[in-house]
């Protein structure tokens, strides 16, 4: 039976956990066996620069949080050596960095994660990362809006000068008569 002190550590622990996952955009679930210490490194710091908290912590304490955040069926995936990121902002950068070290590293596995409130399994936390970035998004939409302004411009542009070209070449001819 743990010490009185050393439950209460556990509660603080998954209390403060609960809450991070609780005001978090997404987070990820991983089996991170396997991968190499320098990987790993590159990875921690990826996910860092992205505004990402990865946090290896007991699978029994991951579950208690999970549970108390509202997703439960996460549980069911902690099994081995499991950690968690979890994206404060941005609800895809997680699942794009991790999934770019679980396509070079064959052993590390997604396995599962949530956003805005909602469960996803592997699959759907590899369909996330698919999803451009915002920046990319707004670009996309920015560029689609703008393309046939343009068009309407140059148009418009066009029938000016035509106007122009008419309307100056009748004085010109006046001038050499």
């Not at 320098?38 to 990865?54: C, I, N, P, S, W």
Request: glycine content about 8%.
């Amino acid at each position: 039976m743990p010490s009185k002190k050393i439950l209460e550590q556990k509660q603080q622990a998954v209390a403060e956990l609960t809450e991070l996952i609780k005001a978090s955009a997404a987070g990820v679930l991983v089996n991170y066996q396997g991968i190499k210490v320098e990987d790993d490194t590159k990875m921690r710091k990826a996910l860092r620069e992205a505004g990402v908290k990865y946090m290896v912590v007991k699978n029994s304490l991951t579950g208690r949080a999970c549970e108390a955040a509202g997703y439960g069926e996460m549980k069911e995936h902690l099994n081995g050596m499991t950690a968690i990121a979890i994206s404060e902002n941005d609800p895809i950068v997680a699942a794009k960095v991790l999934k770019e070290y679980a396509e070079k590293v064959e052993s590390f596995q997604i396995l599962s994660g949530y956003v805005d409130g909602k469960m996803l399994d592997a699959a759907g936390v590899n369909a996330l990362a698919e999803v451009p970035s915002k920046e990319i998004l707004i670009a996309k939409f920015l560029g689609s809006i703008r393309s046939p302004l343009y068009g309407f411009a140059y148009a418009i542009q066009a029938v000016i000068d035509k106007n122009n070209e008419g309307g100056e070449a009748a004085p010109a001819e006046e001038a050499q008569a």
